[in-house]
């Protein structure tokens, strides 16, 4: 057993630019362990994830704000403070902050992470205005 307090010893906040868009700041929890990583991820209005899977799945616990989560083929859904998400094993997947508000989640990925493209910029907004 270990306990973590928030976030590893000695870690450093992680701007994230690589496979977000937007501004997202991430703190890791743990180090990669056994196949887990979490995170405590921040993403300023706007800010998200490119398309994504995840080999065993995902956990996301809003903690505070609003944002959207979206699996490949379906309409983003809204989620905010107290909505915990579980993404399968291999679901293709965006998630990040609405346009109209920050989004803090605790991000706990299984197994290896597969990043792929960018949310297109010109259906992000749409899909936000049309959802709000």
């Given amino acids: 057993m270990k306990v973590f307090h928030g976030r590893a010893a000695g870690a450093v906040s992680e701007r994230r630019s690589d496979t977000f868009t937007g501004t997202v700041w991430a703190d890791p929890v743990m180090p990669a362990t056994n196949g887990v990583t979490i995170n405590t ?3 300023a209005p706007g800010g998200r994830t490119y398309w994504h899977t995840h080999e065993y799945g995902q956990v996301l616990q809003v ?23 579980f993404i399968g094993p291999n ?21 290896k992470g597969t990043w792929q493209e960018e949310v297109a910029e010109q259906d992000y907004p749409a899909t936000a205005r049309a959802s709000a």
Avoid: K, N
């Fill in 41 to 43: 991820v921040f993403f």
């Fill in 63 to 85: 903690t505070a704000g609003q944002g959207w989560i979206c699996l490949d083929g379906e309409a983003p859904q809204p989620i905010r403070q107290g909505d915990i998400v």
């Fill in 91 to 111: 679901e293709r997947h965006w998630h990040g902050a609405s346009e109209g508000s920050y989004m803090v989640h605790i991000a706990t990925s299984i197994g």
